[in-house]
């Protein structure tokens, strides 16, 4: 099942810090690309994560995440079911470009610098950026 996502996200959603545990909720949701159930989550960090948390404590992240607009609820069938409001793809871009604006006045040039500690790249690492490049 593919999820449809919302389109009102703004750059304003990264304005939302996260906290470790909601992104990995969100990690979750990403990687099973459907809407899940309360319970189906529970389980999942129950079993799988070896997360001890009661429902309270699961209902607190799951609020905060929809206050947050990272998370929508589904309230049409017998269970509501959790949908991540954006996809992994999008998020990873706008925290990117939050990165990018707020660190290094959204230039590019000087993130890679940051990145590469001013170290020369290697010509595989040049050809694959001017690849990257020449495809946008």
């Known amino acids: 099942m593919i999820i449809h996502l919302c389109n ?3 750059s304003n ?3 939302k810090e ?5 992104l ?3 990690h979750f949701l990403w ?3 459907q809407p899940k159930t309360f319970s189906e989550i529970m389980e ?3 079993t799988k994560q070896n997360k001890e948390w009661k429902k309270q404590t699961l209902n607190t992240f799951l609020l905060r995440l929809q206050k947050k607009d990272f998370l929508k609820t589904d ?3 017998a269970k509501t079911l959790y949908i991540p409001t954006l996809t ?3 998020y990873y871009q706008q925290f990117t470009r939050k990165i990018l604006d707020d660190s290094f006045q959204g230039s590019l040039k000087n993130f890679v610098s940051a990145f590469t500690g001013k170290q020369k790249l290697s010509q595989k690492e040049k050809n694959e950026l001017l690849d990257y490049i020449d495809r946008l």
């Open 8 to 10: 009102y996200h703004t």
């Open 44 to 46: 999942y960090f129950h």
């Open 24 to 26: 990995l909720i969100l």
């Open 88 to 90: 992994s793809e999008q």
């Open 18 to 22: 996260l906290s470790e545990t909601e």
């Open 13 to 15: 959603i990264m304005d």
């Open 75 to 77: 309230r049409s069938s």
């Open 31 to 33: 990687l099973e690309n």
